[in-house]
């Protein structure tokens, strides 16, 4: 019908007129014209598929590619042949319906049409939500390329789901996505959860797009955000009016997983002070105007949940330290308890809501593996306070707390260099984890600093049937660095740095040290104090993160009597230096077991690189294990904030 072409018409005109006013291309990109044959490295014939009109953004050469706008809408004349095509075309659609497929190339999740552009200029006219296609994907060549890496992701989720039309904007989601179903991206999707799947996402897309206003803001990363959460299967069971509640709750969280920046770091707690706008002097004589007063009437009540017990945790055991410690501080103005034995997402489920129905104030969970059901917990319980002990997870409902105890590990490493007989150290790493790397790292440097021809041989206690410390023995190196927490029940005393006497007995040299008690201390105070819930401190798209360390007197060195007097001195003045941010492992020139990673005269590693480190330094022997070699215990917390090593290391 000539009034539809005409209809048509006009979108396409306007459509092309509002690219002219904003600089952008008016009419269908052409795949010919925008990819060279030396990008690619294959084309693979998919057959018949249904795919989202949504999706198809151009034609495959430029033959037709001035016919149409940059919507698809036509743009020629309706007196024109093509018009008058157009037309018959769109009568047979609405009278039969259009019956044969068009031909598309799939290029980078998008499709560029061949054979049938008059076929999708119709059905996007329509309102229709896909139609069916013979479809070529033009494969690129593997790049380092962000959005090129993403691509070959999508690759492997549509091996197992042929789902066309989900694209995620960051790396690493779909095997989140895949993991939260229980699935993963080898074994094909049983065909009921991807029809549930597909349903359940097109609701939450409709929800989502008539609320948001964001244009950075994608419906997939999103639902992704909420299945962190909530069940996919919560969707059906539940009104539109309902999901769209849901995600009110969870937009700070959208906001956070989608931003550039999506982590602060507090370094410094004299920064809690300058974030949160007003010297000490004056958040203390504001203080009756700043919430609720705590006294022994009335104490700020905080539980902590162990992932196991300080019987049979050294790490519950040096978080119990602190606990006590802060009792010890604060007196009956902080009332604290503790739940042990949170192992599983059941326990954690459980221990949180022990704690909310005891009216806590505050909740710590000390373990990154606990992070799902404190989210869950912090998105039911708003006025709850609630902190996870892990490092650059984008979580805007809970804060985190991790110690930069890479600054302890590289003293360690000069005091092990300086005691060494042979130039060889040995080395137990715990969980390949966000932050251990770092550890790793500046203790090989400190150790190098001090004697060059020092090696870092690098053991991991996370790996199934492992015996880190005999596999050292057996190799004959005797300065070990150990855990850093002694394990109540080791007997045999393997933490700190340790030296193998010739009777092989153990002796304790030094224990890097985390106060817990004086890092809670310093987060109690700006709860006590008001500046915690200052709003100028708190964003809707940040996630906040304490990073402290030796300035802030959270890490120390323990050392015992066997430690020679100029090794002391040497750490009393490499200490000095850290302290103060005169001494940075990680300033000027670094070298991995693969090459220069920066320059000499560089600028130090942001926080954000030592964090995310993936490589290990030149004189480390050993490698970064992947997930499926750690331990079932450790699978946990490495899918939570594992690290996967580099391509080159």
């Known amino acids: 019908m000539q009034t539809d072409y005409n209809n048509a018409k006009k979108l396409g005109d306007n459509a092309r007129r509002k690219s002219r006013l904003t600089g952008t291309y008016p009419y269908l990109m052409s795949l010919d014209s925008m990819v060279s044959q030396t990008d690619i490295a294959a084309e693979i014939d998919l057959g018949l598929r249904e795919i989202p009109l949504s999706l198809i953004v151009g034609t495959k050469t430029a033959g037709r590619q001035n016919a149409f706008a940059n919507n698809f809408m036509p743009i020629l004349s309706a007196s024109s042949e093509f018009g008058l095509k157009w037309s018959n075309l769109y009568d047979s659609q609405v009278e039969e319906g259009l019956r044969d497929p068009i031909k598309a190339y799939e290029y980078m999740n998008q499709f560029y049409v061949e054979e049938g552009n008059k076929r ?34 999508f690759l492997d989720f549509f091996n197992v789901t042929g789902i066309f039309g989900f694209n995620f904007s960051q790396e690493g989601c779909y095997a989140r996505l895949a993991s939260l179903l229980g699935q993963d991206l080898v074994n094909p999707w049983p065909d009921d959860l991807i029809l549930d799947f597909k349903n359940a996402y097109g609701k939450f897309a409709e929800v989502f797009r008539a609320k948001n206003k964001n244009p950075e803001l994608w419906a997939e990363d999103a639902f992704l955000v909420y299945l962190s959460v909530f069940s996919f299967h919560t969707i059906s069971e539940i009104s539109k009016e309902a999901l769209g509640q849901q995600m009110d709750r969870l937009w700070n969280e959208f906001l956070t997983d989608s931003g550039e920046e999506k982590i602060t770091l507090i370094d410094d707690p004299k920064m809690i002070d300058r974030m949160a706008g007003e010297p000490r002097a004056d958040r203390i004589s504001k203080l009756l105007h700043r919430g609720p007063v705590y006294t022994s009437e009335r104490p700020l009540k905080i539980a902590f949940l162990y992932e196991k017990n300080e019987e049979t945790s050294s790490w519950a055991y040096g978080n119990e330290l602190g606990r006590n410690k802060l009792k010890d501080i604060y007196g009956d103005i902080i009332d604290t308890i503790k739940i042990e034995n949170c192992l599983t997402d059941e326990d954690v489920a459980k221990g949180i809501e022990a704690a909310v129905a005891d009216e806590e104030d505050v909740i710590f969970t000390t373990s990154s593996s606990m992070m799902s059901e404190t989210l869950k917990a912090a998105i039911r319980y708003p006025k709850i306070r609630f902190l996870n002990c892990s490092v650059n997870l984008p979580v805007n409902a809970v804060r985190t707390y991790y110690a930069r105890t890479y600054e302890s590990k590289f003293l360690m490493g000069a005091i092990a260099a300086a005691l060494s007989p042979d130039h060889r150290i040995g080395y137990c790493a715990g969980y390949p984890i966000y932050g251990t790397i770092a550890e790793i790292n500046a203790f090989a440097i400190g150790a190098a600093m001090v004697s060059p021809e020092s090696r870092v041989y690098l053991k991991w206690s996370s790996l199934e049937n492992t015996d880190w410390e005999k596999e050292l023995i057996d190799d004959g190196i005797v300065i070990i660095q150990g855990p850093e927490y002694i394990r109540p029940t080791d007997e045999a005393h393997r933490f700190g740095l340790y030296r193998i006497e010739e009777d092989g007995t153990r002796s304790t040299i030094a224990a890097p040290m985390t106060d817990w008690g004086r890092y809670f201390a310093l987060i109690v105070e700006s709860i006590l104090s008001g500046s915690f819930d200052a709003k100028s401190l708190t964003r809707k798209d940040r996630s906040l993160n304490y990073w402290y360390g030796m300035s802030a007197g ?12 100029y090794s002391r001195k040497t750490l009393a003045l490499l200490k000095a230096g850290v302290s103060t941010g005169r001494i940075n492992p990680f300033d000027g020139e670094l070298h991995s077991q693969d090459g220069i990673v920066r320059e ?47 391509d080159k290391n």
């Not at 959270?554 to 007097?565: A, G, N």
């Not at 490698?623 to 690290?643: L, Q, R």
């Open 120 to 153: 999708v200029s119709v059905m996007k006219y329509l309102g229709a939500y896909a139609i069916h296609a013979n479809v070529i994907r033009v494969l690129p060549k593997k790049t380092d390329v962000k959005e090129n890496k993403i691509y070959y992701e």
């Open 600 to 646: 000499e005269g560089a600028d130090p590693l942001t926080y954000e690189e030592i964090i995310t480190m993936n490589w290990l330094n030149d004189n480390v022997i050993g490698s970064i294990p992947t997930s499926d070699e750690v331990s079932d215990i450790a699978k946990k917390t490495v899918s939570v904030i594992g690290v996967e090593a580099s």
């Open 554 to 565: 959270v890490l120390d060195i323990i050392t015992s009597s066997r430690l020679p007097y």
